[in-house]
């Protein structure tokens, strides 16, 4: 009888390294087959979604297990059945979301006015959104710097991290699925979906205006908090403008006991206060490389953060714009 023969170099003949190499070559061949069908890396949560989907329907466990004694035409016969079943896979998984949650690792989704009725239906609570007022600064999903020329409202984070509120990390699932907002229903990774039209973002004023009581010290809070005028009262001062500190402490204290009186007075969870009134301007002047320290007579003094080298103009990392 002919003695099996493996020469190692799997790529120069493929099949022989089929007929006759060991489960590792194969393992390696089917991953390398997988990725340039995929298109995508094999570190990918997509690439082994996928790939487990497939090697369960294909029986791909056993197969390896077994390897060392399968005759040639049975390894042959396997993996015809694990191209067939790759093939069948991918063709009904290609333009669909596998839930394997990657895009929910980078970022939580930005609100549409089509979300409005997960509101209504506390779906979504106040203490999970933060508004981004116009002219926070706010890092792309590509991870550019930008200002925002209009409001966003959004899905918080969980600290520390990119991820969604709502996406639980040991089980790579969302927790509302059934009831996503529509951004994470048009997601698409497999192309670049359609940007949202500007008209069908979600802001304050749709959830808000009727309420007067409160619209009254949002409107208050947006003009005297006003990134903008923020922002170049911190680089006033950076200049060595002595005028520029009055609208800047003056902005922080009217920040601070505002978001004090809805808390205390109004019982408002800390949390939804960065609905209504965006996050506190200290962590915006945090992105700007200052820090606002609060002193115990109740007002607030200004430092250079040491971390920043060139303060004014650094965007904060911890703000993605889904
Ligand atoms: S859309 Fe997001 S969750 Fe769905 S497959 Fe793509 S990366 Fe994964
Ligand atoms: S709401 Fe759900 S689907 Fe959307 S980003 Fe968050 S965890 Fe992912």
Not at 75 to 84: D, I, K, S, V
Not at 174 to 195: D, G, L, S, T
Not at 251 to 275: C, E, K, N, S, V
Request: net charge neutral; glycine share 6%.
């Amino acid at each position: 009888m002919q003695k099996n023969r493996f020469t190692g170099k799997i790529r120069t003949d493929p099949w022989e390294t089929l007929a006759v190499g060991p489960p590792e070559a194969m393992v390696s061949l089917w991953e390398e087959f997988l990725q340039d069908t995929l298109g995508a890396p094999k570190k990918s949560a997509r690439f082994r979604v996928l790939r487990r989907e497939i090697e369960t329907a294909a029986g791909f466990q056993e197969a390896c297990r077994n390897w060392r004694r399968m005759p040639p035409e049975e390894r042959g016969r396997f993996w015809r059945q694990l191209m067939e079943t790759c093939r069948h896979i991918l063709e009904e998984t290609r333009e669909v979301c596998v839930r394997c949650g990657e895009c929910c690792e980078k970022g939580s989704p930005t609100l549409l006015l089509a979300d409005l009725p997960l509101l209504q239906q506390e779906v979504l609570k106040w203490e999970e959104i933060v508004t981004l007022p116009r002219g926070e600064q706010v890092l792309s999903r590509e991870g550019r710097p930008q200002i925002l020329g209009e409001e966003r409202l959004k899905i918080r984070e969980i600290p520390g991290t990119r991820q969604c509120w709502f996406y639980v990390a040991a089980t790579r699932s969302c927790r509302i699925y059934e009831q996503r907002p529509e951004q994470c229903r048009r997601q698409q990774c497999w192309q670049e979906p359609p940007p949202p039209e500007a008209e069908e973002f979600l802001n304050r004023r749709h959830l808000l205006q009727a309420v007067p009581e409160v619209w009254e010290l949002i409107t208050a809070h947006a003009e005297r908090c006003d990134r903008k005028r923020v922002r170049e009262a911190v680089m006033g001062l950076l200049r060595g403008d002595e005028t520029a500190s009055e609208p800047l402490f003056e902005a922080l204290h009217f920040d601070h006991y505002l978001r004090q009186m809805l808390t205390g007075d109004w019982g408002l969870p800390a949390a939804a206060t960065d609905l209504l009134l965006g996050r506190p301007l200290p962590v915006f002047l945090g992105s700007l490389g200052l820090k606002a320290v609060l002193t115990p007579e109740g007002v607030f003094r200004l430092e250079i953060k040491e971390s920043c080298s060139q303060p004014g103009t650094a965007p904060d990392a911890g703000l993605v714009l889904g």
